[in-house]
């Protein structure tokens, strides 16, 4: 079993329409949580930063973490063209004393026009 | 937010030669800075650990030989990849954690196309 587990998709929704992406992962140790976007041939780029448990919201995304069911969520309101992209969560346990990574495999999203 | 570039973006070799790829933090300074590699519509893979002023941390199948890391500076990492294959052929990142938090910031990549 992968440590982080997400499903590569692709998805494809209408403009406008809400997507929902999620990453379910097995370490509990786990206690930031981060969701990057990335284009095609281009570095990631960090949308979202959450420690521990809740919501966290920033303009059209909003980012929920719950630790008890080991389950993170990006929601993405209004979707548009231009946030069609490769989605990838990440998440990190910094009492290891390190600030490695572990990613998901990417939800790669199409809003279609 | 903190910035991160890499150098060149993107590089064809021939089979045989040394390619360096250069990851800079431009305005943070970076203790620490992570190497990846990603395969076509496959996620990033860490390569290693580069540590200013020590020797890298390599991810259990990497080899530290072909893959050569240097972290000559706060800001500066290299990545060397000697006698490069073609099935070295891949897109390389770098990552870095700003300072003071527990985020990484990502350059743009390289692109690495051996002959």
């Known amino acids: 079993q992968k440590e982080v587990e997400q499903d590569p998709g692709p998805l494809s929704v209408p403009e406008g329409a809400i997507v929902s992406l999620n990453c379910t992962y097995s370490n509990s140790a786990f206690q930031y949580f981060m969701w990057y976007r990335q284009y095609s041939r281009k570095g990631p780029e960090l949308l979202m930063y959450?420690?521990?448990?809740g919501n966290k919201e920033d303009g059209r995304f909003t980012a929920q973490v719950d630790k008890s069911s080991k389950y993170i969520s990006l929601f993405i309101r209004d979707s548009q063209p231009s946030d069609s992209a490769t989605y990838l969560c990440a998440m990190s346990d910094t009492t290891s004393g390190t600030y490695k990574y572990i990613f998901g495999t990417g939800t790669r999203l199409k809003v279609l026009a | 937010g903190a910035v991160v570039s890499q150098h060149p973006s993107w590089v064809i070799c021939k089979s045989g030669t040394s390619v360096k790829i250069e990851c800079r933090s431009l305005d943070f300074q970076a203790t620490t800075m992570f190497w990846y590699r990603q395969f076509p519509k496959q996620s990033l893979m860490l390569m290693a650990t580069?540590?200013?002023?020590?020797?890298?941390?390599?991810e259990q199948g990497v080899e530290k030989d072909k893959f050569l890391i240097n972290h000559a500076s706060l800001t500066l990492s290299t990545l060397t990849v000697t006698s490069a294959h073609p099935e070295d052929s891949s897109f390389y990142i770098c990552?870095?954690?700003?300072?003071?938090?527990?985020?990484?910031?990502f350059g743009p990549g390289t692109r690495l196309t051996v002959l």
């Open positions: 990552s870095a954690p700003s300072t003071g938090t527990d985020t990484q910031y």
């Open positions: 959450t420690y521990s448990s």
């Open positions: 580069s540590n200013e002023g020590s020797k890298a941390t390599y």
